[in-house]
Antibody, heavy 121, light 108 residues
Framework: EVQLVESGGGLVKPGGSLRLSCAAS????????MNWVRQAPGKGLEWVSS????????YYADSVKGRFTISRDNAKNSLYLRMKSLTAEDTAVYFC??????????????WGQGTLVTVSS | SYELTQPPSVSVSPGQTARISCSGD??????VYWYQQKSGQAPVAVIY???KRPSGIPERFSGSSSGTMATLTISGAQVEDEADYYC???????????FGGGTKLAVL
């Protein structure tokens, strides 16, 4: 069974840092691009970042560029999101999601269950 | 940055046809995908590559795209179709993904 499990969320003070993790299983992790998507409370989905299968290429939404860093460890079947200079606007559920197919224009499937990040003093 | 525009809400009676639009400048060159999200759950794709239906998605869900506008159609909407619906695509470079703002569908 293909599964994505996020962890690392929690309460952090404004200006602080946090690292999210996503543990993947049930598929060849190193073959797929991976992604982070977030959803602020009561708001819509927002794409945050993507990383290519080998970790060579990383892309970021303008709202997080320069503050967030996506990375992966294919030996550990794990995806990460390092977040710094956090503000209240970063409060959201963060989802890990896999590209549906290994190559080409595609959508996100499956998704993890999400991990909540709350930025508050 | 690139944006996809959706109406905030759509309301239909059970059995009626619901149509949700999504507009974006790159849609003539890029596929659109549609997600359904029910409260507290991860999104589920109901349409991919403009008009294809993933396995397990009811036939009442269909999609189309023409020019800069895409449409999700739910023919004979059911109460269980009440959810938030998001269109999804990429910018012209293909590197930056984007979600529409979401449409809350009420079936009542």
């Amino acid at each position: 069974e293909v599964q994505l499990v996020e962890s690392g969320g929690g309460l952090v003070k404004p200006g602080g840092s946090l690292r999210l993790s996503c543990a993947a299983s049930g598929f060849i992790f190193s073959s797929y691009s991976m992604n982070w998507v977030r959803q602020a409370p009561g708001k819509g989905l927002e794409w945050v970042s993507s990383i290519s299968s080998a970790g060579t290429y990383m892309y970021y939404a303008d709202s997080v560029k320069g503050r967030f860093t996506i990375s992966r460890d294919n030996a550990k079947n794990s995806l990460y999101l390092r977040m710094k200079s956090l503000t209240a606007e970063d409060t959201a559920v963060y989802f890990c999601a896999r590209d549906r197919v290994p190559v080409g224009e595609t959508w996100f499937d499956p998704w993890g269950q999400g991990t909540l990040v709350t930025v508050s003093s | 940055s690139y944006e996809l525009t959706q109406p905030p809400s759509v309301s239909v009676s059970p059995g009626q046809t619901a149509r949700i639009s999504c507009s974006g400048d790159a849609l003539p060159q890029k596929y659109v995908y549609w997600y359904q999200q029910k409260s507290g759950q991860a999104p589920v794709a109901v349409i991919y590559e403009d008009s294809k239906r993933p396995s397990g998605i009811p036939e009442r869900f269909s999609g189309s795209s023409s020019g800069t506008m895409a449409t999700l159609t739910i023919s004979g909407a059911q109460v269980e179709d009440e959810a938030d619906y998001y269109c999804f695509s990429t910018d012209i470079s293909g590197h930056h993904r984007v979600f529409g703002g979401g449409t809350k569908l009420a079936v009542l």
